[in-house]
Nanobody, 124 residues
Framework: HVQLVESGGGSVTAGGSLRLSCSPS????????MGWFRQAPGKERVGVAG???????KYANSVKGRFIISRDNVKNTLYLEMNSLKPEDTAMYYC???????????????????WGRGTQVTVS
């Protein structure tokens, strides 16, 4: 069983930047399809960015040009670089992992098998 652990959240002012990290605890590798999701209070969890095993990436329109998803397979860590943050980016951010075919990027939350507990991002 893979348990993911997110870190790097915090409070920033609009226009600021944060970098989120996600690593598996115990046995596990991030050599799977990975993704970042977020959930604001009273709203559904939505996809932010995804990355395939070959490094292919996809982004939600709301974060294109501002967020960058990346992975370091040596450090076994997934990242989300968030720039030009807006108040509407405020949410709990979750990382997720799934076994997938090479070249695929998973967008749907229900296709992910493993989830972290989230890290809070607040933009004021």
């Amino acid at each position: 069983h893979v348990q993911l652990v997110e870190s790097g959240g915090g409070s920033v002012t609009a226009g600021g930047s944060l970098r989120l990290s996600c690593s598996p605890s115990g046995y596990g590798h991030i050599t799977k399809c990975m993704g970042w999701f977020r959930q604001a209070p009273g709203k559904e969890r939505v996809g932010v960015a995804g990355i395939g095993t070959d490094g292919t990436t996809k982004y939600a329109n709301s974060v294109k040009g501002r967020f960058i998803i990346s992975r370091d397979n040596v450090k076994n860590t997934l990242y989300l670089e968030m720039n030009s943050l807006k108040p509407e980016d405020t949410a709990m951010y979750y990382c997720a992992a799934a076994v997938c075919a090479v070249g695929r990027v998973i967008a749907a939350a229900d296709e992910y098998h493993y989830w972290g507990r989230g890290t809070q991002v607040t933009v004021s």
